[in-house]
C-alpha cells in the first residue's frame, strides 16, 4: 500500500478543514473558558451571593428587595440568584460540601433540623449582639422562633409565615340560612352538611367543607406532633383528630369525594382555585389568597375565619410554615449575609422591613412590624388578612416538629391520614403504625450514630 | 418454493409483522403525542369540566379543537429560549468534539498499540464506568471549585476532552474489526501511528464515531445536573435547566410547559431520524470482533 502523492492537494486541504475545526474549537473553549465575574451593579463592593427558589412575579419582588437593601448601603452587594425549586436542596448541599456556598439562601423546605445536625448551617444566634437575641426572642411572635430552631439555636430567621384559615362564601351560608359562620368545629360540620350540593347521580358537584390535613387538625383538637419538647404522635388527641378526618370524609364515601377532587382544576394558579369557581363553600387555604383574590377575582365576596374548635379543642390553631432565611457553614461573607437577613426581616428596623412584607403579601417576624405604619395600612387594604394576623400571636399554631427527619415523618403523618381516610385500616391502626415507623427511625439512627 | 423464499415472509406476513411493531410501539409514541395535543390546546380543553364531552377518555380527545398555537410563541418569550438554545448547542458542539476526537485517540491505543499494562489499564478504564455519578461529584465538584471554574462552562465541557470510557470501550472494539494489515502496510510506507489514525482508522469508523457523536450530543443536551451544580449565571442556562426553570415558575401553564418541551426535543427527534441508519449500523458494529 502506498501513500497516494497524487492527492496530495486533496490531503492538504483536508488537513486544512480538520485544523480549522480544531482552532474553531479551541476558540469556543478559550471563549467559556475565561471565568467572567457574575453580572454586578456594584463591582467595587463586596458580594453576597444569594439564593432563592422564588420565580415568576415573585422573582421580581424578591429582586427589588435585593435592590432595595443594595441601594441602601455602600459596604456590600447582594447578588441573587434563582434556583429551580426541585433541586435547590440538591445544588446547595453540593455547594457547601464541596466548599462553594452562598453566603446566604431563602428556604421552605424541611431543612433546618437536618442541615443543622449535620454542621452545615451557622446559628443565627451567635451572629447577634445579646441584646438583639434577648430582644428577637421577647418580640417575635412564637411560631416564627419555633420554624426557624433546632437545639436551642436559631438557624432560620422567618421572613414570612404562612397560616391557614378558613375562607368563605357568605352568599352560599345565606342561601341556606345560615347567619353566622360557626363558633365551633361541630358547628362547621353540620353547615358543611347544608350546603354541599349532588347531582342526580349523588355525584357532588359542590363541596360545602371537607377537613384535610392531619397536621393541621391535631393541634385543632388540642394535641399535636411535638409536645414539652419531645414527639408526641399517639395520643387520644392525635386519635380524635385523625378519626374526625376519616369519618369527614367516609360520610359522602371516600371514592365519592376523590372523584370530586379530581374534577377540579388545582393546576396552581391564583385563578384555578376551586374556591373562587363555587365548587368549596368553606376552603382551608393560607394567608396569600387574599391578596390573589383581590388581584384575579376582586367581585369575589367572601370572609375568612380561623378554624373554629371542636369541643375541648384549642382555638386559633392549626399548622404553620414559612420562608425563612439560613446562612450555610463556609459562607464567605457571613457578616453580610446577616447584614442581608436583618435588613429583609427587619429585626433592627421594623418600619423599614414592612413594606417587603406587604410586597409579598407575608405575614411578618413580629408584632412590631404588624404595628408599624405601612403594615397597617395594607390590612386596612385588605381587611381578611387581619383574621391571619390574629392566628400569629397564639401558641397553638405548631409547624413540623423539629426533629432530624422531618422529610420522613411528614410523609408518615401523610401516610397515617390517607390510610384512616380510605379506610385501610381504622385511625387507631394507622396512627400505631405511624409511632411505630417513627420508632423504628429513631432506633435506626441510634444504630448509626446519628 | 426455494429456500430463500420459505425464510422470508409474505406480503400478508410482512403486514402482520408492522401491525405488531405498531401496536407495541403505541405505548412509546402515546406520551409525545400527548405532548404535542396539550402544546396545542387551551387550558379549558386540558382540563375540561367532568362530564363534558371531552373529559371522556376517548382518541378523538387528543386531537386539539381549536389550536393554540399561541402557546409556542408564549414559551419562547416567557422564557429566554434562543439564549438557552445558543449555550445548549455550544456545549453539545464542543463536548462532541472533545470526547469523539480524544476517546478515538485512546481507543487506538488500547487497539492497535502493543505496551506492558495495557489489558490491565483497559480493565481499570472499565471499571470507571461502575462507579456511580454520585461517588465522584463531591471531589471533582471541590476540585473544580479550587481551579476556579465553578461557575464557568469548563466543568462542563473539559472532561468531555479527557476521554469518555464508554466510547472508548466502543471505539476499541470496533478498531479492533479493522484489518491489521491496512495499518501494517501503511507503517512499511513509513506513516505514523497519528497518521495512520487520521488518515485509515478514521476514515473507515465513521458508524461507530458518528454513534459515539450521537451518544455525547444527547448526553449533553438533556444534562440537567452539570448545569445545575456549576452554573449560577441565568445568561448561561441551558435549555434543559431552562426548562426546569419554567416548570418551577409557569408549572400551572401545561399548554406553554408541553409547547416549550416539544420545541426541546424537537432536535433530537430530528436528529435521531437523520442520522439513525449510520447510528444502528454504529451499534450493530461495535459488539463482535471480526
Avoid at chain 1, 453580572?39 to 422573582?59: A, D, L, N, Q, Y
Avoid at chain 1, 404588624?370 to 395594607?378: E, G, K, V
Avoid at chain 2, 416548570?247 to 409547547?259: E, I, N, T, V
Wanted: glycine share 8%; with cysteine; net charge positive.
Amino acid at each position: 500500500m502506498g501513500i497516494d502523492r497524487s492527492s496530495f492537494g486533496k490531503r492538504q486541504l483536508r488537513r486544512l478543514a480538520f485544523l480549522a475545526n480544531v482552532v474553531v474549537a479551541c476558540v469556543l473553549l478559550a471563549w467559556v473558558a475565561v471565568p467572567r465575574a457574575e453580572p454586578r451593579v456594584f463591582p467595587e463592593r463586596i458580594p453576597v451571593r444569594f439564593w432563592h427558589m422564588w420565580s415568576g412575579e415573585w422573582k421580581i419582588v424578591i429582586d427589588k428587595i435585593v435592590m432595595r437593601f443594595n441601594a441602601s448601603q455602600n459596604r456590600y452587594e447582594v447578588v441573587a440568584l434563582s434556583v429551580p425549586g426541585g433541586s435547590a436542596d440538591q445544588k446547595f448541599l453540593m455547594a457547601v460540601t464541596g466548599g462553594d456556598p452562598p453566603d446566604v439562601m431563602a428556604q421552605w423546605n424541611q431543612v433546618i433540623p437536618a442541615w443543622a445536625e449535620s454542621g452545615l448551617l451557622v446559628p443565627l444566634d451567635t451572629l447577634m449582639q445579646p441584646a438583639e437575641w434577648a430582644e428577637l426572642q421577647r418580640s417575635a411572635y412564637p411560631v416564627a422562633l419555633k420554624i426557624g430552631s433546632y437545639a436551642g439555636h436559631l438557624y432560620g430567621l422567618t421572613t414570612g409565615i404562612n397560616v391557614f384559615a378558613c375562607y368563605y362564601r357568605p352568599e352560599h351560608l345565606e342561601a341556606v340560612g345560615a347567619q353566622a359562620f360557626p363558633d365551633s368545629l361541630e358547628g362547621l360540620m353540620a353547615l358543611a352538611d347544608r350546603l354541599t350540593r349532588f347531582d342526580d347521580a349523588h355525584r357532588i358537584t359542590r363541596m360545602g367543607f371537607m377537613p384535610a390535613g392531619f397536621n393541621m387538625y391535631a393541634p385543632i383538637f388540642g394535641g399535636g406532633f411535638f409536645m414539652d419538647g419531645r414527639l408526641s404522635l399517639n395520643t387520644p388527641r392525635n386519635l380524635r383528630a385523625l378519626t374526625f378526618l376519616s369519618e369527614s370524609r367516609q360520610k359522602y364515601g371516600f371514592e365519592n369525594v376523590l372523584k370530586f377532587e379530581s374534577s377540579l382544576n388545582t393546576g396552581g394558579f391564583a385563578t384555578e382555585w376551586p374556591f373562587i369557581s363555587g365548587q368549596y363553600s368553606v376552603a382551608v387555604d393560607g394567608q396569600w389568597r387574599v391578596e390573589q383574590l383581590a388581584k384575579y377575582a376582586p367581585e369575589l365576596r367572601y370572609q375568612t375565619a380561623p378554624i373554629p374548635a371542636p369541643q375541648g379543642g384549642k382555638p386559633l390553631a392549626g399548622f404553620s410554615n414559612g420562608n425563612f432565611m439560613i446562612i450555610p457553614k463556609g459562607a464567605r461573607q457571613v457578616a453580610g449575609a446577616y447584614e442581608f437577613i436583618k435588613f429583609w426581616s427587619g429585626v433592627d428596623n421594623p418600619e423599614r422591613a414592612a413594606e417587603f412584607y406587604t410586597w409579598g403579601g407575608w405575614l411578618p417576624l413580629s408584632p412590631r412590624i404588624t404595628m408599624t405604619a405601612p403594615y397597617q395600612a395594607y390590612v386596612r387594604k385588605y381587611p381578611q388578612f387581619e383574621t391571619f394576623l390574629n392566628m400569629l400571636s397564639s401558641e397553638n399554631i405548631q409547624p413540623t416538629p423539629p426533629v432530624p427527619f422531618q422529610v420522613l415523618l411528614t410523609d408518615r403523618i401523610i401516610r397515617a391520614e390517607e390510610g384512616a381516610i380510605r379506610g385501610s385500616g381504622s385511625p387507631l391502626q394507622a396512627i400505631s403504625t405511624l409511632e411505630a415507623d417513627v420508632a423504628r427511625e429513631i432506633a435506626r439512627r441510634k444504630r448509626f450514630g446519628l | 418454493m426455494t429456500p430463500h423464499s420459505s425464510s422470508q415472509p409474505g406480503a400478508l406476513g410482512r403486514a402482520g409483522l408492522h401491525l405488531v411493531l405498531l401496536l407495541l410501539a403505541i405505548p412509546y409514541v402515546l406520551p409525545l403525542i400527548w405532548m404535542l395535543s396539550t402544546a396545542l390546546k387551551e387550558d379549558s380543553q386540558i382540563f375540561p369540566r367532568e362530564g363534558s364531552a371531552q373529559s371522556a377518555l376517548a382518541l378523538s380527545n387528543l386531537i386539539p379543537n381549536p389550536l393554540a398555537w399561541h402557546n409556542f410563541p408564549d414559551a419562547m418569550a416567557t422564557v429566554p429560549f434562543v439564549t438557552y438554545l445558543r449555550n445548549t448547542l455550544l456545549l453539545c458542539f464542543i463536548n462532541v468534539l472533545g470526547a469523539v476526537l480524544s476517546s478515538a485517540v485512546v481507543a487506538y491505543g488500547f487497539a492497535r498499540l502493543r505496551f506492558r499494562g495495557r489489558e490491565f489499564l483497559f480493565m481499570l478504564m472499565i471499571a470507571t464506568m461502575a462507579l456511580p455519578g454520585q461517588v465522584t461529584m463531591i471531589p471533582t465538584f471541590a476540585l473544580y471549585s479550587k481551579l476556579g471554574w465553578y461557575g464557568t462552562f469548563l466543568p462542563l465541557t473539559v472532561p468531555a476532552f479527557f476521554g469518555v470510557p464508554f466510547f472508548v470501550f466502543l471505539m476499541r472494539q470496533f478498531f479492533l474489526t479493522l484489518p491489521l494489515e491496512l495499518s501494517e502496510a501503511a507503517r512499511i510506507e513509513g506513516a505514523t501511528e497519528w497518521q495512520i489514525l487520521w488518515r485509515i482508522v478514521l476514515p473507515l469508523s465513521k458508524p461507530v464515531l458518528a454513534t459515539c457523536a450521537l451518544f455525547q450530543f444527547l448526553g449533553t443536551w438533556n444534562d440537567f445536573f452539570g448545569p445545575l451544580l456549576y452554573i449560577n449565571d441565568p445568561e448561561k442556562y441551558t435549555l434543559a435547566y431552562g426548562l426546569q426553570q419554567f416548570m418551577s415558575s409557569y408549572g400551572g401553564k401545561w399548554g406553554q410547559l408541553m409547547a416549550a418541551s416539544t420545541l426541546f426535543i424537537l432536535p433530537i427527534i430530528v436528529l435521531f431520524f437523520a442520522a439513525q441508519k449510520t447510528f444502528i449500523q454504529g451499534i450493530a458494529t461495535t459488539g463482535s470482533k471480526a
